[in-house]
């Protein structure tokens, strides 16, 4: 019998039938070109999910009514018949590969991209901005609510002309029509506000628009934030009688959550639990039971895949960042790979944070190339070269695999007695510990490389160079940055003390399991400084105070992680203390001064310094210098470079294959000249 037989059962929804269970979810990329048309590089991103044996390819949201429906940067767009030739040709290379499309057709309403609206007012069901902060939106007029609504439908008979199988209407997360239903938003005193009735009257016009358009063998799949999870939003309840008045032209819900105010619920933060929407999903198949139910939330496990479906609790499962990780996800689970799955670590930093908050193109922490994958295996060496790595941290995984797939001879030097470095030591925190996916996928995959030697163990040296290499790779990662002040050095090096830094608790974490009455300080509102108040604040500590020289915490933060980390601040009460800085430290209290030059002691059980990392490259004199006498190429890169984030490791490693195809070409250039 199949392992994981539900999970490649087919599903029929009306007169189209899924190959498997898994789908993939609309999700923004900011790929498309600036006019709202495809580009090559876009067109494969989406292949590769194909390729990789997904059931259900649905294509990001797409603008129907511009630029005032507009969402993102740059948005694929529907609103007239010049974009299905683009269109067609995106569903002809999904269908090659054996996957269902859909997409997604939306209004952003007031959460549209304010760059693009030319001058003009975002409109929406009343004047409530669709996140704290943003511009207010103008109410719409009865006559345009109903132009918008043949827009949906004029969309909708886009996309079936144009190929698709499926067409999602978009009705949660804070876009158009989430706008009406939730009275968070919808202050209307007309028939479209007031009662979930009235709410409810612009989404069922919507579907009943697109289904005369369609026509009622075309499947519609509706998307729903079943709880919005927010004071005065619908509840579960509230949404599950919502659906009662538009519910029957539909085919399929896909039942998400959140608002854009609580958006770690929408995209979730690292530390929920694979499935943990999946209880909403049941919810609504038990009250809907002849509906097609899509769940989402963190599924990463085919184990908790098959559990999900097993239980009833939905029929198709969304995966959407872990197909941007692993677009091999379904062919892996299938192929008796699970070993191999580079799983999403739910980190949001290349995906959400690269598009909300940045506006630019998405990017991947753990896959480092979103186009075309594993193209550097296709460009194998063509006569033998060898490369030295020096640390097994994510970086040096990366690079060593990378370049071994590629056929170079490689040898990887780890001083400690485990791979993976700060990646693998940071996931000791119970909420962070996603992040070990990525150094057991790196460490699996380096395992079945023949050609890739790793030495634990090993503090690597000059004279370990007995052979010239062609190529040494640094990734010698970072180090607590401490700069010189008053007392910190000094308690620092005492055998018993109460100061501490971020790598003494990781590295210990179970003398530091003693939480109840410790008073904590922590002094740093960076990431790490954070993470360590997360970990004391909820396992019990009786306070936690947090320093930060700048005026706000979590100021490069991901805009999901600072969504959760202000969240943890505010439910335990934690003491923040902004725009102030570190003075001195004693044996039990740190001296910190204000933006106002007042100076203020704060006693400690427990003090934290987590003023960030540096870059650390101890040998890196000695390399440029062997280097430079043995004709040597030397990289150095990820951490011990500049002290950054995993992602740009993992980038800077999979473009040493780059720097590999040039010493190949030279090579090559070399041997015809002498020959």
């Not at 959140?258 to 690292?270: C, R, S, V």
């Not at 000059?462 to 008053?486: C, F, H, M, R």
């Not at 933006?595 to 059980?605: T, Y």
């Amino acid at each position: 019998m199949k392992k994981y037989q539900m999970l490649f059962e087919p599903l029929t929804i009306k007169r189209l039938t899924l190959k498997n269970r898994v789908i993939m979810p609309p999700m923004g990329t900011n790929f498309a070109n600036q006019d709202g048309t495809f580009n090559e590089q876009h067109y494969s991103y989406y292949e590769q999910r194909a390729k990789g044996g997904t059931g259900l390819i649905t294509l990001e949201n797409i603008c129907i009514d511009y630029p005032l429906g507009t969402n993102g940067t740059t948005q694929l767009r529907m609103d007239n018949d010049q974009f299905i030739p683009g269109l067609w040709q995106f569903n002809e290379r999904m269908h090659a590969y054996g996957a269902a499309t859909s997409v997604q057709i939306n209004h952003a309403g007031a959460s549209a991209y304010q760059q693009r609206l030319q001058g003009m007012q975002a409109v929406s069901s009343s004047d409530v901005p669709s996140k704290t902060g943003n511009p207010a939106p103008r109410p719409l007029e009865k006559a345009e609510i109903e132009q918008i609504v043949q827009k949906y439908a004029d969309g909708a008979a886009r996309a079936q002309k144009a190929g698709f199988d499926c067409v999602e209407i978009h009705a949660g997360h804070s876009y158009l029509i989430s706008q009406f239903l939730s009275p968070i938003y919808n202050k209307r005193t007309d028939e479209f506000g007031g009662t979930p009735e009235n709410r409810a009257r612009f989404a069922r016009m919507v579907i009943q628009a697109v289904r005369q358009a369609v026509g009622p063998f075309f499947p519609i799949s509706l998307r729903i934030s079943a709880d919005e999870l927010l004071q005065d939003g619908n509840t579960l309840d509230d949404t599950l009688n919502l659906l009662s008045y538009f519910v029957d032209e539909v085919d399929i819900l896909n039942v998400s959550s959140a608002l854009n105010d609580n958006l770690q619920y929408q995209i979730d933060k690292m530390n929920l639990k694979d499935g943990w929407r999946s209880y909403m999903a049941k919810s609504v198949k038990n009250k809907y039971p002849e509906k097609v139910i899509v769940t989402s939330g963190n599924i990463r496990s085919p184990q908790r895949a098959e559990e999900i479906l097993l239980n009833g609790d939905a029929d198709l499962l969304a995966m959407g960042r872990g197909l941007i990780a692993e677009p091999n996800w379904v062919n892996k689970v299938a192929n008796g790979q699970e070993e191999l799955l580079r799983k999403c670590i739910s980190c949001n930093i290349g995906c959400a944070d690269h598009r909300i908050a940045k506006s630019r193109p998405i990017r991947c922490t753990v896959n480092p190339d979103l186009y075309y994958e594993d193209s550097h295996k296709k460009t194998p060496v063509i006569t033998p070269l060898k490369m030295v790595v020096i640390g097994g941290g994510t970086a040096g995984l990366e690079a060593a695999a990378s370049a071994a797939e590629m056929g170079v001879d490689v040898t990887l030097y780890e001083e400690k007695s485990y791979l993976g470095g700060l990646a693998h030591e940071i996931a000791r925190f119970p909420d962070k510990r996603r992040i070990d996916d990525l150094v057991t996928y790196l460490t699996n995959r380096s395992e079945k490389i023949q050609n890739l030697t790793i030495k634990l163990n090993h503090r690597f040296t000059i004279s370990d160079l007995k052979e010239t290499p062609d190529l040494i790779v640094n990734t010698t990662g970072a180090t607590p940055l401490l700069p010189p002040i008053k007392g910190l050095h000094d308690e620092l090096a005492k055998s018993e003390r109460q100061v501490f830094s971020i790598f003494d608790l990781l590295e210990n974490m179970e003398k530091f399991k003693d939480f109840v009455g410790k008073e904590v300080v922590v002094i740093g509102g960076g990431a790490v400084g954070l993470d360590v108040v997360e970990y004391y604040a909820e396992n019990g500590a009786k306070k936690v105070h947090i320093v930060e020289m700048v005026d706000q915490l979590g100021k490069d933060l991901d805009v999901i992680t600072k969504l959760g980390m202000m969240e943890i601040v505010r439910d335990y009460n934690v003491e923040v203390h902004t725009s102030t800085k570190l003075m001195e430290v004693q044996k039990d209290h740190f001296i910190v001064e204000n933006s106002e030059g007042k100076q203020l002691e704060l006693p400690f059980d427990l003090g934290f310094i987590c003023l960030g990392m540096r870059a650390n490259a101890p040998l890196i004199a000695k390399l440029t210098a062997y280097a430079n006498h043995h004709d040597v190429a030397l990289l150095n890169i990820g951490d011990s470079k500049v002290a950054r984030r995993i992602m740009e490791g993992t980038r800077e490693a999979r473009d040493v294959t780059k720097v590999i195809n040039n010493l190949t070409a030279h090579r090559k250039a070399s041997f015809t000249a002498y020959a």
